[in-house]
């Protein structure tokens, strides 16, 4: 079965500075990947996604995640962040033989100081 | 677009009872239904994926009688928790996906207690 880690469980950081959050997964094939944000006491939301074409994928609230297939990794970054940008960040990851049935990393809690 | 709501999005339980949380998709129809658990300060873990008019998917693990899923509608499905205990106590949070992106949109999240 496939797996997703990421590095970071707890990130603490001050406005202005570049954020990186890793993420590695565990398939052989070819997979769909995802980064989704949770901020406090609101519901899963979709940052950017990669399916094909373009390792390097751009998203909302400018993030964005550069895909490394020989290393199996889909790390999410942003060059500036925002206290607004305190949130909980989640790596996911499909193959695409499953479907649409996402395999969740352990999340990243972001705390932005002002 | 590409709502999906929750009903209820708290609710507090009896040892025994059984619970119903619903999962609608506002705006559009979702071909498949996916069903997560969240404990605290962990991530989500996939309980079951539930396709419209078919009997739902469970993942290893995961008690398809004591977690029974119906998904009536291509805009509705259902948990329903039976004979709840403490342990059953989590956050659960449904998703709806349309087919062809692989793309899922998560509803707000449903915090079940039980005492």
């Known amino acids: 079965a496939q797996s997703v880690s990421q590095h970071n469980h707890h990130v603490i950081l001050s406005e202005a500075a570049s954020l990186e959050l890793g993420c590695n997964y565990s398939?052989?094939?070819?997979?769909?990947l995802f980064w989704y944000v949770q901020y406090p006491g609101q519901h899963l939301q979709l940052l950017l996604k990669?399916?094909?074409?373009?390792?390097l994928v751009k998203g909302i609230k400018g993030f964005e995640a550069e895909f490394i297939k020989s290393k199996f990794s889909f790390n999410l970054r942003k060059p500036s962040v925002q206290w607004s940008d305190t949130a909980e960040y989640f790596c996911?990851?499909?193959?695409?033989?499953?479907?649409?049935?996402?395999?969740f990393g352990g999340g990243t809690r972001v705390l932005v100081k002002p | 677009g590409a709502v999906v709501s929750q009903h209820p999005s708290w609710v507090i339980c009896k040892s025994g009872t059984s619970v119903k949380i619903e999962c609608r998709s506002l705006?559009?129809?979702?071909?498949?239904m996916f069903w997560y658990r969240q404990f605290p300060k962990q991530s989500l873990m996939l309980m079951a994926t539930?396709?419209?008019?078919?009997?739902?998917?469970?993942e290893q693990g995961v008690e398809k009688d004591k977690f029974l899923i119906n998904h009536a509608s291509l805009t509705l499905s259902t948990l329903t928790v039976t004979s709840a205990h403490p342990e059953d106590s989590s956050f659960y949070i449904c998703?709806?996906?349309?087919?062809?992106?692989?793309?899922?949109?998560f509803g707000p999240g449903t915090r079940l207690t039980v005492t």
């Open positions: 705006d559009f129809q979702a071909t498949t």
């Open positions: 539930s396709n419209e008019g078919s009997k739902a998917t469970y």
């Open positions: 398939y052989g094939g070819t997979v769909n």
């Open positions: 998703s709806a996906s349309i087919q062809g992106p692989y793309e899922q949109y």
């Open positions: 990669y399916f094909s074409g373009d390792p």
């Open positions: 996911a990851v499909t193959p695409k033989a499953a479907g649409n049935k996402l395999t």
